[in-house]
Nanobody, 120 residues
């Protein structure tokens, strides 16, 4: 079992920045892929970015390439640095983890989500 807790969401103006954190516990993460997904009101949940814990290879959705950066540290925390935010980035952001190796999922473990709101 992996427990995931997100933090760092909030309200920001368009063009601004936020950094989300996802603290993981309960299991060694060396075999895991961890990811960020988001879900806007009335829309399906969509992939944002992923990172392989071992080696640090990263993957991004086209909509966030060049603006968002996913990373992780040695303390089992994953981050999503979000720059040049747009109103269409408004969503609940979820972190996820899985040890089956695919960056796009499926993912077995999910956090509770954190709200990001970008005002125009």
């Amino acid at each position: 079992q992996v427990q995931l807790v997100e933090s760092g969401g909030g309200l920001v103006q368009a063009g601004g920045s936020l950094r989300l954190s996802c603290a993981a516990s309960g299991h060694t993460l060396s075999r895991y892929v961890m990811a960020w997904f988001r879900q806007a009101p009335g829309k399906e949940r969509e992939f944002v970015a992923a990172i392989r814990w071992s080696g640090g290879r990263t993957y991004y959705a086209d909509s966030v390439k060049g603006r968002f950066t996913i990373s992780r540290d040695n303390a089992n925390t994953m981050y999503l640095q979000m720059n040049s935010l747009k109103p269409e980035d408004t969503a609940v952001y979820y972190c996820a983890a899985d040890d089956r190796g695919s960056d796009r999922g499926p993912y077995d473990y999910w956090g509770q989500g954190t709200q990001v709101t970008v005002s125009s």
